[in-house]
C-alpha cells in the first residue's frame, strides 16, 4: 500500500482509539490490535504506523507521560479525560521517535482528533500543551520554523 497523509492520517486516528481503548479495559495490545483489524476497514490505513504508534505508545508510556505532565496547568494524568490522555502520549511519542513528521503536522493532526473526539474545547488544552512540549523535544526546528 502507498503511504500518503491520508492513510497516515487513518493510522492516527485508529491509533487513538486503541490506546484509548487499551488505557479503559487494559486488554493485551495485540488482542485490541487484531481487534481493529477484524472490525475496521483497513485497507486505506498505513497499518505500520498504527502498530507502531499503538505499540510505541504502550512501551513508552512512562516517559511519554513525563515529557507533558509540566505542562497541564495543574492537572494530574487520571484528571484527563482519557481522549486527551491518549492524544498527548500519541503526540509526544510522534515529536520522540518519528523525527520525519514534521511537529506541526503531529500537533495539527493531535488537534483535529480532539475536535473530533474529545470533550469541548480539548483541542484548545491539546493545542497549548503540545506546542510547549514541541520546543522541549524539538527545539531545533521549532525554532527554525518560528524564525
Known amino acids: ?3 500518503s497523509a491520508a492513510t497516515r492520517s487513518r ?3 485508529y491509533a487513538m ?6 488505557q479503559m479495559n487494559d486488554s493485551p495490545l495485540n488482542t485490541i490490535e487484531a481487534e481493529f483489524h477484524t ?3 483497513m485497507s ?3 497499518t505500520e504506523y498504527f502498530h507502531e504508534i499503538f505499540h510505541g505508545v504502550a512501551a513508552d508510556k512512562t516517559v511519554l507521560d513525563k515529557s507533558f505532565e509540566p505542562y497541564l496547568k495543574g492537572l494530574t494524568l487520571d484528571k484527563l479525560d482519557p481522549v486527551t490522555l491518549a492524544l498527548l502520549r500519541q503526540a509526544c511519542y510522534e515529536f ?7 511537529y506541526k503536522v503531529v500537533i495539527n ?4 482528533l480532539a475536535k473530533k473526539f474529545g470533550a ?4 484548545k488544552f491539546v493545542n497549548g500543551v503540545l506546542d510547549k512540549v514541541a520546543v522541549d523535544l524539538r527545539e531545533p526546528e521549532v525554532r527554525s520554523a518560528r524564525k
Not at 17 to 22: G, K, L, M, P
Open 1 to 3: 500500500m502507498k503511504v
Open 11 to 13: 493510522a492516527r486516528h
Open 17 to 22: 482509539q486503541a490506546i484509548y481503548q487499551w
Open 39 to 41: 472490525d475496521n476497514d
Open 44 to 46: 486505506k490505513v498505513d
Open 96 to 102: 520522540k521517535n518519528r523525527i520525519d513528521v514534521p
Open 109 to 112: 493532526e493531535a488537534v483535529n
Open 120 to 123: 469541548e474545547d480539548s483541542h
